[in-house]
């Protein structure tokens, strides 16, 4: 019995291959996500998945001309910004 879907390109990835073809670990890529500096994901039931095209226009959004070139938008690293994100739920650090 064959696989009907066998021929398709696969419409979503996984975190992952969604890691794997950004060049980036897994684990950076649910650091961006769970801060809001990554591509755009879905939920589909209690899966994380990538759309190639989310994945792609991200990277775009990184692309330079040279050292000097401010760029149009940014790429932003996988760590906390001041935008009243705190640690530990809420809860001020000893």
Same mark, same amino acid.
Request: proline residues 7%; aromatic residues 8%; hydrophobic residues 30%.
């Given at each position: 019995m064959s696989d009907s879907y066998a021929g398709l390109p696969q419409p979503y990835l996984?975190?992952?291959?969604?890691?794997?073809?950004?060049? &980036?670990? #897994? *684990?950076?890529?649910?650091k961006h996500r769970t801060y809001g500096t990554g591509p755009a994901y879905?939920? &589909?039931? #209690? *899966?994380?998945?990538?759309?190639?095209e989310d994945l792609k226009a991200w990277a775009e959004r990184g692309a330079k001309t040279s050292t000097s070139d401010p760029g149009t938008a940014t790429v932003s690293p996988a760590k906390r910004h001041a935008s009243g994100l705190r640690p530990y739920a809420g809860k001020t650090r000893r």
């Amino acid at each position: 019995m064959s696989d009907s879907y066998a021929g398709l390109p696969q419409p979503y990835l996984r975190t992952p291959d969604a890691a794997r073809f950004l060049s &980036l670990s #897994g *684990r950076t890529l649910e650091k961006h996500r769970t801060y809001g500096t990554g591509p755009a994901y879905r939920k &589909l039931g #209690g *899966r994380v998945v990538y759309a190639l095209e989310d994945l792609k226009a991200w990277a775009e959004r990184g692309a330079k001309t040279s050292t000097s070139d401010p760029g149009t938008a940014t790429v932003s690293p996988a760590k906390r910004h001041a935008s009243g994100l705190r640690p530990y739920a809420g809860k001020t650090r000893r």
